[in-house]
């Protein structure tokens, strides 16, 4: 049996009936940018989220441009970030013009290093931090970091674009952030019918600058105040996540109940599953399982052969990309992730993934840790 890494074609039964109408009502009174939709969207993720400001954008790499741009980062700055990350936080970093310098992992949550953070601070005297939550969870030591950066005066952007629907220490994680963004890629847990994204804070002023800057920094239709850049997230895609946002509880508790079973039932099988810190709750964005390389090729074979799609989220450190070489200006820690990027293995995860497709993998998995082929 045919099992995907994800399938976001599993929608509910009006979801694509209200979809149609949507973009009926939108296309007939030709509102593609801006209007109703994209208001009532960021009032609806500010409700969601307890934010009180949010503002919306094209996907969420500008978002974090955005983000870095209104906190003062540009070039010649100095920011730190994890080596464990999707390739976009590295490259926001460098298109405001700064400098990145890479952060190594923590082997127990997979989050960036609290006590390696700490040196890098005091070594590299940063002008920014970018701290990522990964996995659909984020670090054990979040409390820490945001005490540590006000401490210093490090401001410190949250990239959360694993995270929404994530709660820490019973509020949405992006509650007590100073800025914070997310993605809307169409795989995230919410997700768009095309890219997205989104910048969340509670400081007005933050607010203000992110907004101007996402819509060619205008402070009047013909005035500039700012040279931005056109990310403006349109009304189509707002339309379909506040769609999406009336059934997300649903497909929150699909994923985080799968989320759940692969944890109880892999760690039966002595598979070395990571857990989310106890503090959170988690989204189910992923699992996330680590096997030694060589049993992993195997594994991974075995799963192919059986249909079954899997995932390295992710498969490489930032400090080993091609390139990278040109604009690293510092590593710090030792190779954890490098060591977790050649080990980590993601099963199947999705809304709605059925019984029977979840039963296939776990079979799957368990013959091959149990030597049976």
Known sequence: ???????????????????????????KNAQFIGGNEVV??????SEYTQVSHVVSCANGTDAIQLGL???GIGRGHKVLLPNSTFWATFEAVVNVGADPYVVDTNPTDLQMDFSTFEKAVEEVN??????VHLYGWGSSRLEDFRKFCSKKNIPLLED??????VFYKGEPIYKSALISTTSFYPAKVLGAAGDGGAVFTNLPSLADIVRKLANHGRTSHYGHGYVGWN?????????????????????LKSRQAIAKKYQEDLSKLGVNVIFPPSEFVENGYCNVTLFPNEVRTKLEAKLKEAGIGFANIYPGAMSDQEGAKEYLKGKFGEDNARKISSSVLNFPLFAYMSDVEYSEVLKTVEVFVSGKT
Request: hydrophobic share 45%; charged share 25%; aromatic share 12%.
């Open 69 to 71: 741009r209104a906190l």
């Open 40 to 45: 009532n969207l960021e009032k609806n993720l």
């Open 1 to 27: 049996m045919t099992v995907p890494f994800i399938d976001i074609k599993r929608f509910e039964t009006n979801f694509l009936q209200e979809w149609n109408e949507k973009v009926l009502e939108l296309s």
């Open 160 to 165: 959360g674009a694993q995270c929404f629907g």
């Open 126 to 131: 940063p002008d920014a931090a970018i701290l």
């Open 231 to 251: 990310s403006r997230l349109d009304a189509l895609q707002a339309g379909f996540l506040n769609i999406s946002l009336k059934y997300f509880p649903e497909r």
